[in-house]
């Protein structure tokens, strides 16, 4: 998903969407505004950063549907940025949910890449709270403001970091999702990694976690994260036997675990048994 948002709006109202896409009014920047916890934070960034100028709010939501050959994710994203500044105002943003490629990449493109800036959510949307903006060494203050206040606004917590592969979360989630691949590797049960993670606390298991994310991103981020940091994070092969058997997880209802009509029993997600022949598994 990627988003669009409009500079200054000189006081009017404007609109901005929740966690679910449902737009809804947001109180206008400017003189007599009143203060709002979810949007203080515009002000006290651009006090801090000695910027004078007025933040911008959500104007423009625009969805787009990314490639689902990650080939070509990169360069659709260089097209919507060039696409998006010839048909939108100078004051534009424009937000990347790419949860790999390095921001200043996509910026790089751009006429103006101060008003580039990643805003990486998680999958399922509607239900993880972290939104990771992310902040290159050109992006304009007033810019990463308006990311803040639109993911306080949509509920979220939020996080800045700089830019760099897989910023913060793919590159500490990377290790921990490869190890999960490795255990089940060596024939450890799906349910009992996911199980044992859950007993210790984290909301979803890894094995989880790849079928929401999508098996297909996971192995395409591999290799980016290789390149970046070396052989310790490597991945197992089982991802491309995965990828072979057309296995994204949810999306397209084949991963780990059951899809449609039975897929629980007496309250607990059931794993596709089918899996262990495609990855020539014997779980213990």
């Given at each position: 998903m990627h988003g669009a948002t409009g500079g200054k709006n000189g006081g009017m109202p404007v609109t901005a969407p929740d966690s679910n896409g449902v737009t809804s009014e947001v109180p206008a920047a400017g003189a007599g505004r009143t203060r709002n916890p979810n949007t203080d934070v515009l002000d006290a960034c651009c006090e801090d950063s000695g910027s004078t100028r007025s933040p911008a709010f959500l104007t423009t939501w625009i969805r787009v549907t990314s490639s689902t050959c990650p080939r070509t994710r990169a360069g659709r994203r260089w097209t919507m940025v060039t696409e998006i500044e010839k048909s939108c105002s100078p004051e534009t943003i424009f937000a990347s949910n790419t949860s790999s490629i390095p921001i200043s990449k996509i910026a790089s493109v751009a006429k103006r890449p101060e008003l580039v800036v990643g805003m990486h959510y998680f999958s399922p949307v509607q239900k993880m709270p972290l939104l990771e903006v992310i902040r290159t060494d050109k992006t304009a203050p007033w810019v990463v403001a308006t990311a803040v206040a639109i993911g306080k606004k949509q509920g979220k917590t939020v996080i800045v970091v700089n830019d760099g592969t897989g910023f913060y979360t793919s590159r500490i989630l990377g290790p921990l999702m490869n190890e999960a691949a490795y255990i089940l590797a060596e024939g450890i049960?799906?349910?009992?990694?996911?199980?044992?993670?859950?007993?210790?606390?984290?909301?979803?298991?890894?094995?989880?976690?790849?079928?929401?994310?999508?098996?297909?991103?996971?192995?395409?981020?591999?290799?980016?994260?290789?390149?970046?940091?070396?052989?310790?994070?490597?991945?197992?092969?089982?991802?491309?036997?995965?990828?072979?058997?057309?296995?994204?997880?949810?999306?397209?209802?084949?991963?780990?675990?059951?899809?449609?009509?039975?897929?629980?029993?007496?309250?607990?997600?059931?794993?596709?048994?089918?899996?262990?022949?495609?990855?020539?598994?014997?779980?213990?």
């Open positions: 049960a799906v349910e009992d990694i996911d199980g044992a993670m859950r007993a210790w606390g984290w909301p979803v298991g890894p094995i989880t976690l790849l079928d929401e994310v999508g098996i297909d991103i996971a192995a395409h981020i591999g290799p980016i994260m290789v390149e970046a940091f070396g052989e310790r994070m490597t991945p197992p092969p089982m991802f491309a036997k995965l990828v072979a058997d057309d296995r994204k997880g949810r999306k397209n209802e084949r991963g780990f675990y059951v899809y449609g009509g039975k897929r629980k029993k007496e309250g607990k997600k059931l794993v596709d048994q089918s899996v262990y022949r495609v990855l020539g598994i014997d779980p213990k």
